[in-house]
């Protein structure tokens, strides 16, 4: 069966986000514990009548992933039954970065300048994907316009997959891809630059 797509639901308790079942099912893949993800990310499949279904986390949460215990391959799920939590709390997600921080990081890049534009950096340590899948074309490409929403790359932790996500330059939900800092399959480090949005 081909597998489709649906987005999860969320409600949050106690400082946490409680990830919940849009449907019952049969749910496998979860994120392994401890998982940092954002918006976009993929958190696992939900069997309904012998059809497959790729869970996302909706654009607008991130956090990394609690469970209480270690679960089977497969469980079955009621509607609305948690299936993780994330914690925004333990995120790598750091607002606080300065402005400062960012252009040492694109010198220490080896780009010897500062570029001007909006700089998009690692949300955390892991290995950068372009592409999808190895024959697939890339998300991106110098030049491309984009909308906040639009899939930049993937970061691999812990065997997870977590998208990058635009979500605007803080002046307008739109932007232009002006530079790629990093190359497929590339090791990066939290912090450092992939893109320069124009």
Not at 68 to 78: A, F, Q, R, S
Not at 98 to 121: C, H, L, N, P, Y
């Amino acid at each position: 069966m081909t597998d489709t797509q649906l987005n999860i639901m969320w409600e949050l308790k106690e400082d946490q986000q409680r990830i919940l079942a849009p449907a019952p099912g049969y749910y496998s893949e979860r994120p392994q514990t401890g998982a940092f993800l954002i918006g976009g990310s993929f958190v696992g499949k939900l069997k309904i009548l012998n059809q497959y279904y790729d869970l996302h986390l909706p654009g607008d949460i991130y956090g990394q992933v609690w469970a209480e215990e270690k679960t089977d391959l497969v469980i079955p799920v009621e509607y609305g039954q948690e299936l993780f939590r994330l914690n925004p709390e333990r995120s790598l997600f750091d607002k606080r970065i300065t402005v400062t921080e960012v252009e040492s990081k694109i010198k220490e890049a080896g780009t010897g300048i500062v570029d001007e534009g909006f700089v998009i950096t690692a949300f955390t340590n892991g290995i950068f994907y372009a592409k999808p899948s190895p024959d697939a074309p890339p998300f991106v490409s110098k030049g491309q316009e984009i909308e906040k929403g639009k899939a930049l790359g993937l970061i691999e932790v812990m065997k997870t997959f977590n998208h990058i996500i635009f979500q605007g330059t803080g002046k307008s939900p739109k932007g232009k891809i002006k530079k790629i800092y990093v190359k497929d399959s590339q090791e990066v480090k939290q912090g450092e630059p992939l893109f320069l949005i124009d």
